[in-house]
């Protein structure tokens, strides 16, 4: 069984942003806390030209997690 995360990668890598970005917030619905989900998501919403909502995700990690690398 794939996971969430992993489904939502190979959604993103096959080029269907819009699909990889709803399974991430599906995801991220049912645990918030989840950083690689929530850049994942960004990253999503990067391609589909959401700058604004990237953006803000990817603040969130950073408030949440300063000392990722």
Do not use: H, Y
């Not at 992993?6 to 942003?17: M, N, R, S």
């Not at 970005?21 to 599906?26: E, I, M, R």
């Not at 989900?37 to 959401?50: D, S």
């Amino acid at each position: 069984m794939q996971t969430s995360f992993d489904e939502a990668l190979a959604t993103l890598k096959g080029g269907d942003a819009d699909r990889a970005a709803d399974l991430c917030s599906d995801a991220l619905k049912s645990n918030p806390s989840d950083g690689k989900m929530r850049v994942l998501l960004a990253t999503a919403q990067i391609r589909q030209g959401q700058f604004e909502a990237a953006e803000t995700n990817l603040r969130e990690v950073l408030r949440r997690w300063p000392d990722i690398p």
